[in-house]
C-alpha cells in the first residue's frame, strides 16, 4: 500500500539520487549507492520483519477472540468485528483520508502538520507498545518482585435533587493494572521518547512492529467473505493510487510516522547512520494479516490439530512478497504490493480448500456466528418474562 515510499526515500527529489532498487545517480551530490550485499540485506530483513508481525498476531488473536467469546457468554455483549459493509466502505474511506492529507500537505505547512501527527502516534506508541511488551516483560520480571494491582476509576454519580431512583453510577474510567504494567508503560514511553526526539529507524520499527501485532491481534474479519470484499477493495484502491495519480507519492513523500517498516540499504558501509532506506508499509502487512489470522482461527474451528490453511496462506504471503522485491527491482519503480499480496493471500485458501472438500464449512466459517447471538439475546429476554410469570403464579396461589 505505501510501497511508494520506496522510491519517494530513495530519491532526493532535487538531485534525482537513488532509485528503489539502489541504482546509482549521475548527479555528484548523490548518495551512495548501495552494494549488492546492503540490498539483500536491507530486503531480507524487512520480510523477516513483515512475517513475524503476521505470525505472533495471529497467535495472539486467537487468544483474544477466545477472551471475546467468554466475555459475550456473560455479559451478552457483541464483539467488535468488521463487517461486510465495513469492508465495503473502508477503501473510500481510507481514499478520503488519503486525499484529504494530499490537500492538508499542499494547503498547509508540511512542518506543522507533521508536528500535530508526531504527537499523535507518540501516544499511540506508547499504548501499543505497553499491550505488546507486557507478557514478554512480566515473565522476565523475577519472582521476588510483588505484582500489586491497582485499580483507576473516575465515576459519574446520580445528579443532586435528581429522581432518588437512579442511582446508578457510570464508569468513565474503569482501568485495572499491575506493577509490571508499569514497568512496561516505562520501556515503551522511553522508546517512543527516543523517536519523537530523533525520529531513529530503529525506534520507528519497535513502534512500526507494536501497530502490526496490535493490527493482527485486534482488528477481527468475522467471516471470509469480509475479507475477500476487504482485500479486493484494497487491491483497486492500491493500485489506483500508486499507478493512476501522485497523491500517494506526495503524501508519501511529506507523511513522517511509524506507519512502515524501514530497513538501511548502505548499513555495511555506513553503519547506524545510514540513510538510503528499503521501506515496507504497515497496511501491507496488517491487511493480509488480519485475513491469515481469521484462517488461523478457522483452523482452530476444525480441530484437525493442524493449522494446514493458516500455513499455507502464511507462505504464499512469503511468496507474494518476494516477487513484489522481484518485480520492483526489475523494472526499477515501485509497485503497490498488494497487486502481488492479495491474489495470493486470496487464491491459496481458496483452492486448498477446494482440494480438501472444504469449500462450504469456510466460507459458512463466523468467528461469532449470529445465530448464537440471537439465541443469547432471547434467552436474556425471556429470562425477565419467566420471573413474571412465576410471580404471578405465586400471586395466584396466595389468593
Aim: proline share 5%; net charge positive; with cysteine.
Amino acid at each position: 500500500m505505501a510501497e511508494v515510499v520506496e522510491e519517494v526515500i530513495a530519491q532526493i527529489q532535487e538531485n534525482l539520487t537513488v532509485t528503489g532498487d539502489g541504482g546509482a545517480s549521475t548527479n555528484a551530490t548523490a548518495k551512495v549507492p548501495s552494494t549488492p550485499e546492503g540490498m539483500a540485506l536491507a530486503y531480507g530483513t524487512l520480510v523477516v520483519m513483515a512475517m513475524l508481525p503476521i505470525f505472533f498476531g495471529s497467535m495472539r488473536s486467537v487468544k483474544h477472540h477466545k477472551e471475546q467469546s467468554t466475555a459475550f457468554e456473560k455479559t451478552g455483549e457483541k464483539p467488535d468485528t468488521m463487517s461486510s459493509k465495513d469492508a465495503m466502505m473502508f477503501p473510500i474511506m481510507a481514499s478520503c483520508a488519503l486525499f484529504g492529507l494530499y490537500m492538508f500537505f499542499k494547503i498547509f505547512s508540511k512542518d506543522n502538520i507533521n508536528f500535530l501527527l508526531t504527537g499523535y502516534f507518540f501516544f499511540l506508541g506508547v499504548m501499543a507498545l505497553s499491550h505488546l511488551l507486557s507478557p514478554v516483560i512480566s515473565s522476565l520480571i523475577p519472582a521476588s518482585i510483588p505484582k500489586i494491582p491497582y485499580h483507576l476509576s473516575f465515576v459519574q454519580g446520580p445528579p443532586e435533587g435528581g429522581d432518588k431512583k437512579s442511582k446508578e453510577k457510570k464508569y468513565l474510567i474503569d482501568y485495572r493494572f499491575t506493577t509490571h504494567d508499569v514497568v512496561c508503560f516505562i520501556v515503551a514511553l522511553v522508546i517512543s521518547v527516543w523517536y519523537l526526539l530523533q525520529k531513529h529507524w530503529i525506534a520507528n520499527n519497535l513502534l512500526g512492529l507494536a501497530f502490526a501485532v496490535n493490527g493482527v491481534e485486534l482488528l477481527h474479519l468475522n467471516n471470509i467473505a469480509t475479507g475477500c470484499i476487504l482485500l479486493c477493495g484494497l487491491f483497486v484502491y492500491d493500485i489506483f493510487w500508486v499507478f493512476g495519480t501522485n497523491v500517494m507519492v506526495t503524501v508519501a513523500k511529506s507523511f513522517e510516522a511509524p506507519i512502515k517498516l524501514v530497513f538501511p540499504q548502505d548499513l555495511i558501509t555506513n553503519g547506524l547512520s545510514a540513510s538510503n532506506f528499503a521501506v515496507l508499509g504497515l497496511g501491507d502487512i496488517v491487511i493480509p494479516g488480519i485475513f491469515i489470522a481469521l484462517l488461523l482461527r478457522f483452523d482452530n474451528s476444525l480441530k484437525r490439530k493442524s493449522n494446514t490453511y493458516f500455513y499455507a496462506t502464511f507462505t504464499a504471503y512469503f511468496v507474494g512478497l518476494l516477487a513484489t522485491i522481484f518485480v520492483m527491482h526489475v523494472f526499477k519503480h515501485a509497485q503497490p504490493a498488494l497487486l502481488y499480496l492479495v491474489p495470493a493471500c486470496l487464491g491459496t485458501p481458496l483452492l486448498l480448500a477446494l482440494l480438501k472438500g472444504d469449500i462450504k464449512t469456510l466460507l459458512a466459517y463466523e468467528d461469532h456466528p449470529e445465530k448464537v447471538q440471537k439465541e443469547q439475546k432471547s434467552t436474556e429476554k425471556s429470562a425477565p418474562q419467566v420471573k413474571k410469570e412465576t410471580k404471578k403464579k405465586e400471586a395466584k396461589k396466595a389468593k
